[in-house]
Every structure is written in C-alpha cells, then in structure tokens.
C-alpha cells in the first residue's frame, strides 16, 4: 500500500475547463447536465477540442519533418482513437485488440506499429494479414513472423524493439537499458540484422521506447540524442537504410504539486537540432515519436457522485460511487511509490463557499480506495459532483473494473 503522503493539499493549476454558473464545463457543457446526458455516474469525460489544440500545440513547436504517433495504451476508447487518428501521423499499440480499434479508424496499416512483448502467433499471423508494422520484441517472434509470412504469402513489414544501453533519466516509469522484458538488447542487433536480412523480411526500422512520465526538458533530449546516434550506429548493419527510426516519447503531464508543464519550444529546438545531425547520417529516415499520456491526459475528467458524508473521529469523508476500480492510478496503487492527490474539484460548486478539509474516498471496502487526501475542497454534500482532473490517460482501461463487482463507468467524447 502507497504511504499516505502529509504534504499541503493543493495541486497544479488546471486550465481548460471553464466555469460557468458556479458550475465546471467541459466541451461547453456543465457537469450538472452533462451527467443528465450520460445517464448516470460514475464516468469519464474527455475533451476533443482540448485534444485537437495539444496536437497543434505539438506541430506548431515541434520539428515540422517529425512524425506525431499516438500511443493507444493511455487510452483506446474508439472515439477518442478515432478522433486521433485525423490530427496524428500514425497510431502505436499493443495487442490484437488495440489492433482492431485501431484498423476501424480507417488509418493506412503502414503507419499502425504493434510493440508489446508476448504477442502470441494468432496476433503476429493478423498483425501480417492487416500489413501493421510489428515491432519486434525477441529472435523467436522474429522465426514466427517469417514463417507466418510465407505462410501467407506476405512480406511482413518488420521493426526491431531495441531495449538500449542507457536509460531515460528522471522517468515516473523507465522502459529501457539494463536488463528488460522488453526489446531486444542493443549488442544483439548485429546478430539480429543479419538473421531479419536471410529471412527476407521487410526491414522498417528501429524503435527504442525508453519510459513515460517525465517533465524535464534536458534528460528527455539527453535521451533523444543517445537514441538517434544509437539508430545511426546500428542500421550499419541493417539490410537498408531504416525507413522509420521511432524514438519513444515519454512527455510527462502536471500531475502534484511542484510539478511543471513541460516547455515544447525548448523541446522542439533541442530536437530539431538533434534531427539536423541525424540525418546528415541517416538523410531519408523519418524520425518518429509516439506518446500516449502527454497527447490525452490533460483533456479527460473522471466524475463521481457523493453518495454519503461522515465525519470519523476527526476527519471528514466523503464518499463517492467512483473509486480506485474506475480510476486506480488516481487511488496511488498505479506503479506509485508515494500516494499524491490527483487535483480534484467539486463540479457543481466552482464559486464561493467555505472550505473545508475533507477526504474523498470511493465506494470500495478496502482502505486503498482513496481519491483524495485531506484536500481543501467547498463543503460537499451528497448528490455533488466530485470531478479528478488530469484523468485523459490510464484512466478506466488501467483499472480493475471487476473489483467488487460495481458498474464499469460510462465513458464519453464531448
Ligand atoms: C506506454 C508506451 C507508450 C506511451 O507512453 P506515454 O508515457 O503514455 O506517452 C509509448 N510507447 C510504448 C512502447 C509504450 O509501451
């Protein structure tokens, strides 16, 4: 269980959701009616034009010549993939079943890569049959794709996972360097090269994905440059020139106090500078960076209902429909080492109001169902809107719904 963490119950500014009436809006619409609308609570909310304006946010300082992929794992609800799928380059996922969403937007297959190790034959045999690029995560998966591709008649479009010699410093969650599950360790591809070339696949390229969660400016493009000149090294021994190098993502988000928004500008200076050297050497490699959490994050809410309120030798709690089923990475028990508040509202009371010091907890019977510690929040009462921000990514699809047998939430695009 995360340790409770004592720190002031305050929380990084949220912007993107005005008030009106004393009441929160998201897409225009206020919460008391858009939870009419949906039906009932709880449920999650995401904000398409909050992530239309974060990809333009992207092109608009990002190298013009980089490739926007989104990384469907922070969120595969089909509209919100669907809706990505117009503004991004290319879609990123990691299973058959993110394969499918992903194939229903309509995307070209050649811009759709399938990472993730354990992909079972059935999915690497449909993988080939949709024409995805499948990034390849281990020799053995590398026998099965050329044996299914000449079972099918199809050359399999193939990249190479490449689990690197350093790490991404400063990481919520590292991915790469040192010993992995995941990739292929980089002293291997020579050997690994020489094979893909005498089985005759199709050689797109490197991908080296090195962790999540991270707002420093300087460690990202640290790592940036030790994996482009990494991709340089190795396509000496590729069978071509690599079409793609995808260099991972890993922009983090606001989430605690203390924390700070990225700066794209310094970010997309420091790339393109790192790009110009690249392709002195590579000249005809697209560079690609793919990200899940910094591209939806921000645009989604979780909202629950008050349904008790008590006050317990001391504190006061209240309680909500929603919980750590919905939302496990808001509870803390998401790969967090110390529990934070995730910043919380009460959406039908913006203005006015005394506060008072109140803990949110969901309707669970374990005490790790905590949405909110000790937070300053407008006296609630039941029937009240309690709104977490910061909810657009490893939301719902990173929670265990089935636990203690609540509804799933209801999810919807505005
Ligand atoms: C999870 C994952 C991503 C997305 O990471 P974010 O931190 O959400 O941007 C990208 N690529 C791979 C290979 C992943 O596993």
């Known amino acids: 269980m995360a340790k409770m963490d004592k720190k002031k119950p305050e929380h990084a500014p949220i912007t993107g959701f005005p008030v009106r009436d004393g009441e929160l809006t998201i897409g225009g619409i206020k919460i008391s009616q858009l939870a009419n609308r949906v039906g009932s609570t709880p449920f999650y909310a995401y904000d398409r034009a909050l992530i239309s304006d974060r990809v333009a946010q992207m092109r608009k300082y990002l190298p013009a010549n980089l ?10 609800m089909p509209a919100v993939v669907q809706h990505m799928s117009r503004l991004v380059d290319g879609l990123d996922l990691a299973s058959a079943g993110e394969m499918a969403i992903a194939l229903d937007t309509g995307m070209d297959p050649a811009l759709i890569s399938f990472a993730g190790p354990g992909k079972t034959v059935e999915e690497l045999s ?56 995941f990739g292929v360790d980089s002293e291997k591809l020579p050997d690994m090269l020489k094979r893909l070339a005498e089985l005759g696949l199709d050689f797109i390229g490197f991908h080296i994905f090195s962790g999540s969660q991270n707002l420093k400016e300087d460690s990202l493009l640290e790592t940036q440059e030790k994996t482009l000149a990494l991709a340089v090294e190795l396509s000496k021994y590729a069978p071509n020139a690599p079409k793609k190098v995808n260099i991972g993502g890993g922009f983090g988000i606001p989430y605690f106090p203390g924390d700070t928004p990225l700066d794209l500008k310094i970010l997309g200076e420091g790339l393109s500078r790192l790009m110009t050297k690249f392709h002195q050497d590579l000249p005809d490699t697209e560079v690609v960076i793919e990200l899940g959490r910094f591209m939806v994050g921000e645009s989604g809410i979780y909202v629950s209902k008050i349904v008790d309120k008590k006050t317990s030798r001391g504190e006061n709690y209240l309680i909500t429909d929603g919980g750590m089923h919905h939302h496990l990475a808001a509870s803390g028990n998401f790969g967090q080492l110390i529990r934070k508040n995730y910043p919380v509202a009460i959406g039908n009371r913006m203005t006015g109001g005394t506060k008072e010091q109140a803990n949110i907890v969901g309707c669970l019977c374990t005490p790790l169902d905590r949405l909110g510690d000790r937070m300053m929040l407008p006296d609630g009462e039941v029937g009240d809107y309690v709104v977490l921000f910061q909810s657009g990514a490893y939301g719902l699809s990173a929670s265990p719904t089935a636990f203690l047998g609540h509804p799933a939430p209801k999810e919807v695009l505005v």
């Open 67 to 76: 490739k926007l992929h989104y990384a469907m794992k922070a969120n595969p």
């Open 126 to 181: 449909q993988a080939i049959a949709a024409g995805v690029v499948i990034n390849m995560e281990s020799f053995l998966e590398m026998e099965n794709i050329a044996r299914l591709s000449q079972e099918q008649g199809v050359k399999a479009k193939v990249a190479i996972r490449v689990n690197p010699d350093f790490e991404l410093k400063s990481s919520g969650m590292k991915m790469g360097g040192g010993a992995q599950q």
